[in-house]
């Protein structure tokens, strides 16, 4: 589509061009970033290279909006200043290929797993490349029928906002998880509630919620009630935030008025004490879960 649409000047078809390059380079980006994801942590590296999925998404994302910002330019410029003569046999034929491509690929893929969530998000992809390629078609047509060589920057255009769309979604898909946002559907303010509810708890606050590597994490700070042990408190609120989704939790449990025993140097433990149990001469419940 790229060499044609140069040999014509069609801007469809190189708008259709770089729509599909962009699918090609997100699933590039995807191999090659399942190596990565797949490394172990390391002492350096504690959480691994998750992110770097992220970070594959949100450089494909950004070079679209790139490959957007062309588009509109040269077919505005088309628009205003006159757009010039493209032969439209070779601009359908080319399209009509890539649509029989792209068709063929989804319906391969459709076969294959449509349940799967990946599978069906490259679904999602080939038939928007499929609808690009078939504004190809329509470019060329209205060009050997009526003459309309305006056709083919409009038809850019709206190739480029489908592109648009798509990168946009990609790119604040991958800010979130870059930026450390709470998971789509879900906030502090849920898992404070959950937390709550959980029997025992008398109060929790420090709540965090982020997304890594596909995995709901969580880090909060709990105040069992009176008379309530924490260990029951801790082992209660981590079933309860698996049985909600969380992959992994941190629970810091704090007793609600400090150490009782004087001179207590973690007297203020609530919002100080390491992320560890410690012991200092006299014993109370602190335990910390990862």
Known sequence: EAAVGLWTGSLALLSDAGHM??????????????????????????????????????????????????????????????????????????????LLINLGSAWALWRSASSDLNVRGALAHMLADALGSLGAMVSAGLVLGFGWQAADPIVALLIGALVLWGAVHVVLAASRVLLDFAPAGLSADRVEQTLLAVEGVGAAHDVHVWGHGGRVMVTAHLVPATGVRAVEVLHRAQAQLREAGVGHSTLQVEPAD??????????????EAPDHEHDHGHGHDHPHAH
Do not use: H, Y
């Open 21 to 98: 390059l962009g699918d090609v380079a997100a699933l590039l980006l995807a191999f090659a970033v399942a190596g990565l994801t797949r490394r172990p942590a390391t002492p350096t590296r504690t959480f691994g290279l998750a992110r770097a999925e992220a970070l594959g998404a949100f450089v494909n994302g950004a070079a679209l909006l790139v490959i957007c910002g062309v588009i509109f330019r040269e077919a505005i410029g088309r628009l205003l200043g006159g757009p010039p003569d493209v032969p439209g046999w070779p601009v359908l034929w080319v399209g009509l290929i890539g």
């Open 258 to 271: 400090g150490c009782p025993q004087p001179g207590c140097p973690f007297a203020d433990c609530g919002s």
